[in-house]
Nanobody
């Protein structure tokens, strides 16, 4: 039900925009979030957004979460990337109740 995309290899200081498509009819009424899991670390919350598009939380001012309810898609704009941002990025509800998808790998080279 969740398909993340947009990851890749980027140099430090670069930008990426991740997308996550939600397959279902309830997208516009649920709060969504981006999470990431770096090698050897636990999955952590990166950013979250209300159903209407207001940011609830962002771990850093370098990342901006947004959504398009008409497209059932949530985005994560990542700027000024650092090597420590290297991780697999996932989207899910803020309640984390949907099955985790495969995520999308972001690799930042220094």
């Amino acid at each position: 039900q969740l398909q993340a995309s947009g990851g890749g290899l980027v140099q430090a200081g670069g930008s990426l925009r991740l997308s996550c498509e939600f397959s279902g009819r309830a997208f516009s009424i649920v709060a969504m979030a981006w999470y990431r899991q770096a090698p050897g670390k636990q999955r952590e919350l990166v950013a979250s957004i209300t159903p209407s598009g207001s940011t609830i939380y962002s771990a850093t001012g370098r990342f901006n979460i947004s959504r398009d309810n008409a497209k059932n898609t949530v985005y994560l704009q990542m700027n000024s990337l650092k090597s420590e941002d290297t991780a697999v990025y996932y989207c899910n509800l803020v309640t984390r109740t949907l099955p985790w998808g495969q995520g999308t790998l972001v690799t930042v080279s220094s």
